[in-house]
């Protein structure tokens, strides 16, 4: 069974930056396509960011050139280095992997 435990949310200023983690355990990470989406309050859920197991990444539009999204196949973990933080990405940011399991989410709130 697929777990999947995020971490690093919080309160940050138009500008500034995050870094969230996220910790698999189950599953065959090295192989799996791992993720993150984001839900703001009234909007339904949207692709930030991707990475495969080779390490090919895919992002939205919204985040190009201010996100990064990376793993670590040894420690099962996968994180999203957000920078030029803008009011627009406050959500609640999920990791998932392979599109079937998903974590408990993070808040991430912008604003000064």
């Known amino acids: 069974q697929v777990q999947l435990v995020e971490s690093g949310g919080g309160l940050v200023q138009p500008g500034g930056s995050l870094r969230l983690s996220c910790a698999a355990s189950g599953g065959i990470f090295s192989y799996a396509v791992m993720g993150w989406y984001r839900q703001a309050p009234g909007k339904q859920r949207e692709l930030v960011a991707t990475i495969t197991g080779s390490g090919y990444r895919n992002y939205a539009d919204a985040v190009k050139g201010r996100f990064t999204i990376s793993r670590d196949n040894a420690k099962r973990t996968v994180n999203l280095q957000m920078t030029n933080l803008k009011p627009e990405d406050t959500a609640v940011y999920y990791c998932?992997?392979?599109?079937?399991?998903w974590g408990q989410g993070t808040q991430v709130t912008v604003s000064s």
């Open positions: 998932e992997m392979n599109s079937s399991s």
